[in-house]
T-cell receptor, first 109, second 116 residues
């Protein structure tokens, strides 16, 4: 079983819809990261969080340490949000970064 | 430069040849990471450099892979006797500070390696 699991693997939605991507992990962590990777492009760090909630523009990330779960929400989704969203955790026993397999999001105009 | 840069952006090589991939981190970043992303797979940690400390090589898939970081800045990842399964995008990232758990990583654009 992977230490970091994301769902869904693929998501297609209409422009304007509220999007939720989930991440569950099975190890003790020091921090959780959400990354964005556009097709053919590089990776951008969206959030790094260890508790609670963070918001940046239309993006919101939450984490529940007790349940070992995080969600990334996108409000008023737009075609330019189409990308792969990757959850990654910093494993607390050795600080290694463990990545989920990503969620491919496609927003239709 | 403003961000992490990598070169070349694309590399096509023949099986059995050696390749060198280069990473220029953000100026002042003490931590540097190499990752690999194979087609359809997630990101895989390869190696981590922090300042002058010995690198964490635990993610290197075989002894054909090696990396060095000269002067605490530029890093090269070398793959000897390349195999077709080495084909992937190799990503470099850098971050501030001495505790990687707390530091946001900035990623380069990657080098797409194709081994024929």
């Amino acid at each position: 079983k992977n230490e970091v699991e994301q769902s869904p693997q693929n998501l297609t939605a209409q422009e304007g819809e509220f999007i939720t991507i989930n991440c569950s992990y099975s190890v003790g962590i020091s921090a959780l990261h959400w990354l964005q990777q556009h097709p053919g492009g590089g990776i951008v760090s969206l959030f790094m969080l260890s508790s609670g909630k963070k918001k940046h523009g239309r993006l919101i990330a939450t984490i529940n340490i007790q349940e070992k779960h995080s969600s990334l929400h996108i409000t008023a989704s737009h075609p330019r949000d189409s990308a792969v969203y990757i959850c990654a955790v910093g494993r607390d026993r050795d600080d290694k970064i463990i990545f989920g397999k990503g969620t491919r999001l496609h927003i239709l105009p | 430069g403003a961000g992490v840069s990598q070169s070349p952006s694309n590399k096509v090589t023949e099986k059995g040849k050696d390749v060198e991939l280069r990473c220029d981190p953000i100026s002042g970043h003490t931590a540097l990471y190499w990752y690999r992303q194979s087609l359809g797979q997630g990101l895989e940690f390869l190696i981590y450099f922090q300042g002058n400390s010995a690198p964490d090589k635990s993610g290197l898939p075989s002894d054909r892979f090696s990396a060095e970081r000269t002067g605490g800045s530029v890093s090269t990842l070398t793959i000897q006797r390349t195999q077709q399964e080495d084909s992937a995008v190799y990503l470099c990232a850098s971050s501030w500070g001495y505790q990687r758990r707390y530091n946001e990583q900035f990623f380069g654009p990657g080098t797409r390696l194709t081994v024929l």
